[in-house]
């Protein structure tokens, strides 16, 4: 069961509200929004995850890990001439991601290709549906590029451990492929890329999610567990991060225990 339809079970939702308190959303009036220039919404999104994902490996001398566009490859194997199409972007797209890494350039023919890759994702996502076309709006590009410009070099660099999109072995399975956005030393972190700067329900329990599912099956490929001292959501287009404590959001551990185990029943249909 997949975790939008899990918070939805109205046991769940009963036991949230006993074990969790929302924290107050700490923002300023003062920062500026780098507002969309198209409406390539859902894309630019997309996109977005795909650049700062590849900074982090940058200045965190990281080893990136599989990208859902290369996962794509595998659902288009009976699809001939879709596959090798697909292919030679993501081949043509590697060389430029490790001169990237080199020379830490971003111009436009990187932006460009970072859009490109995340319509192919689309692919994935949609169970195998090209899209209408490859190419690229230049509204996108410039809009990708005011995002870049914004990113606070210091909240992501680290010399701790960081999770690109993890995900938590046996407990994503058991809610259909759950993987967060980032995990970066003790913090579990979100990225939205949305004009408002809003801190909502939905938000919060999907951080929740997130947190619960490591708390189950811990991190995919790592023997040792990591503790989630602190959940957040990257706002984007504001250049902010904002984070909370996790113990300021649990109300005991007994009632957490419980809601984990009651989790775990409505995830498998039990409950």
């Known amino acids: 069961m997949a975790i ?25 009036e003062e920062l500026e929004c780098t507002s969309p220039l198209s409406e390539n919404y859902s894309l630019m999104g997309t996109a977005f995850d795909y650049l700062l994902r590849f900074y982090i490996t940058r200045i965190n001398k990281i080893r990136d890990q ?34 990237y890494l080199n020379d830490g ?5 990187l932006l460009e290709s970072i859009i490109i890759l995340a319509k192919i ?31 606070p070099i210091e909240k992501f660099r680290t010399e701790k ?16 492929g759950g993987d967060a956005d980032l995990i970066i030393g003790e913090s579990l972190i979100d990225i939205k890329t949305t004009k ?24 995919s490929g790592y023997k040792d567990k990591i503790e989630i001292n602190k959940l957040g959501i990257y706002f984007s287009r504001h250049g902010y991060l904002f984070e909370f404590d996790v113990k300021d959001i649990i109300i005991s551990k007994e009632q957490l225990q419980k809601f984990i185990n009651l989790y775990i029943d409505v995830a498998q249909g039990f409950a």
């Open 121 to 151: 994702d689309g692919i994935f996502r949609s169970g195998g549906i090209m899209p209408d076309s490859f190419e690229t709006d230049e509204r996108d590009i410039e809009d990708l590029k005011n995002l870049a410009s914004i990113i």
């Open 4 to 28: 939008n339809q899990i918070i939805k079970n109205s046991k769940l939702k009963e036991e949230f509200e006993k074990t969790f308190v929302m924290p107050k959303f700490i923002s300023t």
């Open 196 to 219: 408002d700067l809003k801190f909502t329900k939905d938000y919060f329990l999907q951080l929740v999610s997130y947190y619960l599912l490591n708390e189950i099956g811990g991190i």
């Open 161 to 176: 451990i960081c999770f690109l999109n993890p995900t938590f072995g046996n407990a994503s399975l058991m809610v259909g």
């Open 105 to 109: 350039l971003i111009d436009d023919s």
């Open 66 to 99: 599989e990208w859902i566009s290369e996962k794509t490859l595998a659902m288009l194997k009976y699809q001939t001439n879709s596959r090798t199409k697909v292919k030679n972007i993501i081949l043509k797209f590697k060389k430029q991601y490790d001169k």
